[in-house]
């Protein structure tokens, strides 16, 4: 509860303090930044281990938090990334090893900092804990558990969306490469940027954005990579060639 708390407050402080910019808020700008600045040091002293590296407990959540919200100092970055992928591929063998919390930054945290084959691995799984065991189980929507088939039921929603974290995001963001610019909002302006992975030959995806409709179609055929991309009119968009 203390990482978790200290982590989103955090995050939180540096929400605000984006929010109060936007608004021309200068003075309350400045207040949030230095409470975040404050809250960051008093979660790497408390959190942050040194030799060797970890923070918190060392599980996925804690390394997910603190990769997604930036909070630790720049040299441990990818020891802490590191560590999240050994707890991955080793101990979880290619499996989610998060609840709601760490699974709602999960696959982006991965794909951002250049590991989106580990996100793959986590999407296309089909046995326990993942997704596809829930479709290979028959279900027609998330558990609240990844045993929902055989968990206690008074704790054990059948429509528990949260638990699908941040994947259809994911899906949408790094696979299709759809991706709207936070400076410049309703998809004025699109970032288009996919990131092939694993065995995956082909993604179609489309997009209801407020400025209307973008696609992005990819397919890998003879060892060639072809994309097609579709944005609506009044829009620009600036596209990544992977």
Do not use: C
């Not at 829930?134 to 039921?153: C, F, K, Q, R, S």
């Amino acid at each position: 509860g203390d990482y978790i708390g200290t982590a989103y407050f955090y995050y939180e402080l540096t929400l605000m303090r984006r929010y109060a910019r936007l608004l021309g808020k200068m003075n309350e700008a400045t207040r949030f930044q230095r409470s975040a600045e404050r809250m960051k040091k008093a979660f790497n002293d408390r959190f942050l281990q040194t030799n060797p590296p970890r923070v918190g407990n060392n599980s996925q959540t804690s390394n997910v938090l603190a990769l997604a919200f930036h909070l630790l100092p720049g040299k441990y970055r990818e020891a802490i990334l590191n560590n999240l992928i050994d707890n991955i591929m080793g101990e979880n063998a290619g499996h989610t090893g998060t609840g709601l919390i760490g699974g709602q930054w999960l696959m982006r945290v991965l794909s951002d900092n250049g590991r989106p084959d580990i996100a793959y691995v986590l999407a296309a799984q089909k046995t326990y804990p993942s997704w596809g065991y829930m479709v290979e189980h028959g279900a027609t929507t998330i558990w609240e558990l990844w045993n929902g088939d055989t968990g206690d039921p008074a704790m054990n929603s059948h429509n528990h969306v949260m638990l699908l974290g941040d994947l259809i995001v994911w899906l949408y963001e790094d696979l299709a490469g759809i991706k709207a610019d936070p400076e410049k909002p309703a998809f004025k302006h699109i970032v288009m940027r996919p990131q092939p992975v694993g065995d995956l030959q082909f993604v179609n995806a489309d997009f209801n954005s407020m400025s209307g409709q973008v696609k992005s179609e990819w397919k890998i055929k003879n060892k060639k990579f072809h994309w097609n991309v579709s944005i609506p009119a009044n829009t620009t968009a600036k596209v990544f060639s992977p």
